[in-house]
């Protein structure tokens, strides 16, 4: 065995490897000269397990956890891991071990390799951040947000740190900054604070015109003296220290939408032409990503205007009766929904009542929210009884938007009397409270609007007690963990304890006391009260 060891060892320094040997129980006895010229390490260092050293830390608690069982079971051992280079550098290795075995079937020595698969690896890595990236871009609809899930991807993995920013009108506004030393993200606020990037800058319109990133390898002093406004702006340049960056304009069907900057400084690391290609997809995906964000923006600020401007403004006050209502937009939710509620005093001294959700969100959900509403108020002036005004606003709606569909409920209330007629489009069904007594719900059946000509729809007549509350709401109170039968029990609660202990607006302390016992609300919810005095 002994001259088969002096023989390998031989043919170790004849291969372009680095090639090492250990005893059984693993510590080493003897490496190549190629490992001695890729590490800089002296020979008495590395005897033992002092070539361990030489490990990235990252990876040291990983390769040993993965080194010990085959020590025992004699297995052949294989695994990748970064070494440090004679200059502070790492690079990523391909490490397979095999054990050679005595006369007796005993391991006599293990005889590794170490391949340098730098290029594979790198290649197999930006491969997943930019996996990992197109995940992270499609997490939020918020760019702030979009800004914040890339540029803490980005670091510390493609940077040391990252800013992102937005172009609004004729200055550049940070969306996100993130630093793998946390302590300088001042540094980088106060610099863009004092010295803030200028999209008529000869440098930055450059940039734009060519549409491609723009790569500094390596950062010298006298650039960072040439790219400083001044003293003070080099001081800051240089606590920064910045080595080696990529700065790429961010362009989405021809509209300039802002930055993308990343940088190395003090981990040693440098941009090399494979990362401009990365930057570049990056870029081009936050571009679309940004583009699409903004869109968004615009639509649900149209279409919460448009909302609010068709909820009503008060509620009748009429003798005997008060009214109350709530709305918040769910906190989860992509864009605005087409939840509504109204109430409007109709000629002969009743009150019409309505309140409904249609299927979907954004700008188009709000248009046929405002439709419906409309329609409903059109035919409860003509007098006709609350399924038949349903049944209108079914026609109406099936006749603009074929495909579209609403779940609602409409009612006519009778001061005089305390009746209320109800008819029911697939809505959640209203409760009534009594002091003291059950929270019931009003019995009514009816197929949602655009799909009422599948069949007729009923309607239903009670006399509210004096000093009950009849609530009526959208799903959004009820299914906010998706459980709608607990959340009705939750609602049911809340108005028995509204009753007990009333807010002055009861709507929206029915609906404090679902939140705070639920959390927040993921869809929109409406809530509107009706109690008898």
């Known amino acids: 065995m002994q001259g088969g060891v002096f023989e390998y060892r ?31 390490m002296r020979p008495e260092e590395c005897v033992g397990n002092g070539w361990a050293d030489a490990i990235h830390p990252d990876d040291a608690d990983r390769v040993a956890t993965l080194r010990r069982p085959t020590l025992e079971t004699g297995e052949m051992f294989e695994t990748e891991f ?14 397979r071990a095999l054990p050679m075995r ?73 969306l996100a900054i993130e630093h793998r030393n946390t302590a300088l993200i001042p540094t980088l606020h106060e610099t863009n604070e004092r010295f803030p990037l200028s999209p008529e800058s000869p440098a930055i319109a450059a940039l734009f015109a060519r549409g491609q990133p723009v790569a500094v390898p390596d950062i010298t002093e006298s ?52 990362d401009i290609g990365v930057a570049r997809d990056v870029a081009r995906q936050l571009s679309s990503a940004l583009a699409n964000a903004n869109l968004y923006q615009h639509e649900r600020s149209v279409a919460n205007a448009l909302q609010d401007a068709m909820l009503p403004g008060r509620l009748p006050s009429l003798p005997g009766m008060r009214m109350h209502a709530h709305y918040l937009p769910g906190e989860s939710s992509l864009q605005v929904g087409g939840d509504w509620y109204d109430a409007f005093a109709l000629p002969d001294g009743t009150v019409g009542v309505s309140i409904g959700d249609v299927t979907g969100h954004g700008l188009e959900a709000a248009l046929i929210m405002g439709e419906i509403r409309q329609a409903i108020r059109s035919a409860s002036i003509e007098k006709m009884p ?60 009816g197929l949602p609007i655009g799909m009422r000509d599948m069949g007729p729809g009923t309607e239903t007549a ?11 709401y959208t799903d ?21 304890l ?10 929206l302390g029915i609906f404090r006391r679902v939140q705070i016992g639920e959390g927040s609300l993921a869809d929109d919810s409406a809530i509107m009260t009706l109690q008898v005095e």
């Open 10 to 40: 031989l043919i170790a320094e004849a291969i372009p490897q680095i090639v090492w040997i250990a005893d059984a129980s693993g510590k080493a006895e003897f490496f190549n000269a190629r490992w001695f010229d890729y590490t800089g």
């Open 82 to 95: 970064r070494l440090r280079d004679r200059g502070g550098g790492f690079r990523w290795f391909l490490v």
């Open 102 to 174: 005595d006369g007796g079937g005993d391991i006599a020595v293990w005889m590794g390799t170490c391949t340098d698969i730098q290029m594979h690896k790198q290649a197999e890595l930006r491969l997943r951040f930019l996996l990992e990236a197109g995940r992270a871009l499609a997490t939020s609809l918020e760019p702030a947000g979009i800004a914040r899930d890339l540029a803490r991807l980005v670091v510390p993995q493609f940077a040391d740190y990252c800013q992102i920013f937005a172009l609004e009108g004729t200055a550049f506004r940070p």
């Open 223 to 274: 650039i960072r003296d040439l790219s400083a406004r001044g003293p003070e702006h080099l001081a800051l340049l240089r606590r920064l220290d910045a080595r080696s960056s990529i700065v790429v304009p961010l362009v989405a069907r021809g509209v300039r939408v802002g930055l993308f900057s990343i940088v190395f400084s003090d981990s040693g690391r440098r941009y090399g032409a494979e």
């Open 386 to 445: 609350p399924a038949a005004v349903l049944d209108h606003a079914d026609r109406v709606l099936r006749m603009a938007h074929p495909d579209a569909i609403a779940t609602a409920g409409f009612g006519i209330y009778d001061p005089r009397s305390r009746v209320l007629r109800y008819a029911q489009g697939g809505h959640p069904l209203p409760l009534i409270g009594v002091p003291g007594g059950a929270v019931e719900a009003i019995h009514a059946e």
């Open 462 to 472: 009670v006399t509210l007690a004096r000093g009950s509350l009849t609530v009526f």
């Open 476 to 496: 959004g109170m009820t299914e906010y963990d998706r459980n709608a039968v607990a959340g009705e029990r939750v609602l049911r609660e809340a108005i028995g």
């Open 498 to 507: 509204e009753l007990h202990d009333p807010h002055p607006n009861p709507a």
